[in-house]
């Protein structure tokens, strides 16, 4: 029995798989190592899950490949899904949105139908926080609207609750989404705001601070991501007694689907993570302000408490000590 880990050369895929190996479970790992970052930090991630451990086969594929991913589950006894493989990123997407539309419709659609056809046992899936969109109701609750998103990026990640809501509606699968917010920690994202400022703040260059820095986001450690993934496997949602067909709410309901928000819970300040980051470096920036860009939101902020309390854990890495190991972890690489 295996479980199967798409974007498992991304950022959070990769921490995922390294914690399910350390628990003896057998992983499957699918990336497609496309170009939108370092395809180098990607396959190096691949090497670093191969070397520790023997129970872990990567197939390079792309999700929307629907024949591939089809030999794939015929080949393979897989039990779980966790599908994180996606394209990310709000600005790109309004530059490239036909990428968009094939890795996180196409490919998530080829998933699910996957799902369907192999008696799956539970699949968990990556939302983002960016479906709240315009909505500037604070902290954000599953329960909120999300019908206004201002990016492409954010309409197929609502698309794709959408989509796995009907088939677990129509098909008896289980399913959690994740609303992620900002993660961050070693082995990183490049495209991220605290990777690029310290690629920019280490070689000397200006760091473009948005909005004035009257930004906020509810930047969450990696490894605390991955402890309320790994506890999530066998929480495997059921059909909602609390479900009312005439009051209708995105938190419960007749499928055995569930969403929740993943996030610290705690929105730090834009100005004062560069500060953070800053003294972990031992540099000042050099800061050019600019305004709003488009598809960006003003702040993010999660509210957790219904998954804190169904996983029985609360993330708990403080932002200092969060980027002083990606930091080392940073210096270390590239050395």
Request: proline share 5%; net charge negative; with cysteine.
């Amino acid at each position: 029995m295996s479980l199967l880990v798409t974007g498992a050369a991304g950022f959070i895929g990769f921490h995922l798989s390294k914690r399910l190996l350390q628990e003896g479970k057998k992983v499957i790992g699918i990336d497609n190592l496309n170009d939108y970052y370092s395809v180098s930090l990607k396959r190096d991630r691949v090497s670093e899950l191969n070397s520790t451990d023997s129970d872990f086969s990567f197939i390079e594929a792309n999700i929307a490949d629907k024949g591939k991913i089809e030999k794939i589950f015929d080949a393979n006894s897989i039990t779980r899904i966790y599908h994180l493989a996606a394209q990310a990123g709000v600005r790109y997407s309004i530059k490239n949105p036909d990428v968009y539309i094939k890795s996180n419709l196409i490919g998530f659609y080829n998933i699910i139908e996957a799902a369907r056809h192999n008696d799956i046992e539970h699949l968990i899936f990556a939302s983002s926080s960016s479906v709240y969109g315009a909505n500037k109701k604070v902290p954000y609750q599953v329960s909120d609207h999300t019908d206004h998103p201002v990016s492409l990026y954010a309409a197929t990640k609502k698309s794709n609750e959408m989509l796995a809501h009907s088939y677990s509606h129509l098909y008896d699968i289980p399913m959690t989404g994740l609303r992620f917010f900002t993660v961050y920690g070693p082995w990183g994202r490049p495209d991220m705001a605290y990777f690029k400022f310290t690629d920019l703040i280490k070689s000397g260059q200006q760091i473009d601070i948005y909005n004035e820095g009257d930004m906020y986001r509810d930047f969450t450690y990696v490894d605390d991501i991955v402890e309320a993934l790994y506890r999530l496997q066998d929480i495997t949602p059921e059909p909602s007694d609390a479900w009312d067909a005439k009051n209708p709410s995105p938190e419960v309901g007749p499928a055995p689907y569930r969403l929740h928000n993943i996030g610290n819970n705690d929105p730090i300040k834009l100005m004062d993570f560069v500060n953070i980051l800053e003294e972990a470096l031992g540099v000042e920036a050099q800061k050019v302000f600019k305004p709003m860009q488009p598809g960006d939101v003003y702040r993010t902020w999660a509210d957790c408490n219904d998954l804190f309390e169904k996983i029985d854990y609360k993330p708990d890495t403080s932002l200092e000590k969060g980027i002083a190991k990606f930091i080392e972890w940073y210096e270390k690489y590239y050395s």
